[in-house]
């Protein structure tokens, strides 16, 4: 379906064990792709205005045609979000491909750091930068030359200052992509390609 316009009216369906809910409200705000806190790719940004309350957390969003928009999730500071369709489907496809989400995996504990003003100037940029704190052992950071002390500037020429930025870099990547990293190391600028792995839960 064509994505949603600010202004639109919507309906919110879901169900409880007492029977089905459902609730009427607009769109508050519709922008562009954004990612999550924790790196998520999310196909459009959506915001409601409804008279909801936590039963109506996983709804679905329709637009008056009836046509599924969006699944209704709390937002912070009580807004209400919504996760776009083309989003879900996206996810779903892979995981029927696999039987499971393959997620990106770096391999790097990072820790902010911010640089004296002399410093700042120098180099260029923002003060803050990440540190390569820790490299995991036989991760693809370490295949691909990262040690601790290294600071991490840009990810494919994307500029990085926090953590948040690198988790969103790699969440919209897929494993097997190859990354060009941006950093300094002893002060002198460099860059290194990393292929991304798929994260594996640890063996018991």
Not at 85 to 94: K, S
Not at 135 to 156: F, K, Q, T
Not at 175 to 181: E, T
């Amino acid at each position: 379906p064509p994505p949603l316009a600010a202004g639109a009216a919507v309906a919110i369906v879901g169900r409880t064990r007492r029977g089905p809910l459902v609730s009427f409200g607009t769109v508050r705000a519709a922008g562009p792709a954004w990612h999550s806190r924790r790196g998520g790719a999310i196909t459009q940004r959506l915001e409601f205005d409804a008279a909801v309350d936590g039963r109506f957390e996983g709804a679905l969003v329709a637009d008056l045609a009836g046509v599924a928009q969006a699944m209704l999730v709390p937002g912070p500071r009580g807004s209400l979000l919504g996760i776009p369709a083309a989003t879900i489907e996206r996810i779903v496809a892979a995981v029927q491909q696999h039987g499971y989400l393959p997620r990106p995996y770096l391999g790097v504990r990072l820790q902010a750091l911010w640089l004296d003003e002399a410093t700042r100037v120098r180099w260029g940029g923002a003060r803050g930068r990440l540190a390569v704190a820790g490299v995991e052992p036989g991760s693809a950071a370490e295949a691909s030359g990262l040690v601790p002390g290294d600071l991490l500037e840009a990810i494919d020429g994307v500029a990085i200052d926090d953590i948040d930025g690198v988790a969103a870099q790699i969440a919209a990547s897929a494993p097997g992509r190859v990354l060009a990293l941006r950093l300094r190391r002893g002060g002198q600028p460099q860059t290194v390609e990393v292929r991304l792995a798929e994260w594996r839960p640890p063996q018991r």
